[in-house]
């Protein structure tokens, strides 16, 4: 069993996965934050990732969905710096799992599954809004809410298996 585990615990396969996953992660958001600066620097700047009047992640970045999850600018003023693109909480999520990722306490573990959820959560909230409000399909977007899906099940499956090696130790 030792072969297959690291850092005292954690499956060599839940590093891999982790790190592979939030690398991605932290290449759709990068890739998202260069189209929506690109965008609003020219209006007719043309995006690999747009294909077509419904399939637009430009546009979805550059909507009101793509600063602050569409809702802080009622609590903020629009242009305040902490209304930032969602892809900038993207890359803050990413950075942040790959560190916590590096720890096996149990509290990185409840702390690494709690902002899953968080993300997850978001995830659910913008597809709802890409679908319903929109009417788009953004394959960046649809992307990150695999990963963080695949996170969460990630981060699930550490907790679980982290509080199993306590009882059997403890």
């Known amino acids: ?3 297959n585990c690291v850092g005292g615990g954690v499956p060599k396969w839940e590093t ?6 939030c690398i991605f992660g932290l290449v759709l958001s990068f890739y998202a934050l260069h189209v929506e600066i690109s965008r609003e620097r020219d209006p007719e700047y043309r995006a690999m990732c747009d294909l077509g009047d419904y399939v637009s992640c430009s546009k979805v970045f ?3 969905w793509g600063r602050g999850f569409g809702l802080l600018e009622f609590f903020i003023v629009k242009d305040s710096a902490l209304n930032q693109p969602n892809s900038v909480l993207g890359i803050i999520f990413y950075t942040l799992q790959l560190a916590l990722g590096q720890s096996v306490s149990s509290r990185s573990a ?3 599954v709690c902002s899953s959820w968080v993300s997850v959560a978001g995830s659910l909230y913008l597809a709802c809004v890409l679908a319903f409000i929109l009417g788009d399909f953004c394959m960046v977007c649809v992307s990150t809410y695999v990963v963080n899906f695949l ?5 699930l499956k550490r907790r679980t298996g982290l509080q199993a090696i306590k009882e059997k130790t403890g």
């Open 1 to 3: 069993m030792a072969s």
């Open 16 to 21: 891999r996965t982790r790190l592979f996953l």
């Open 62 to 64: 550059t909507s009101r």
């Open 110 to 112: 409840f702390l690494l």
């Open 151 to 155: 996170l969460l099940f990630t981060n």
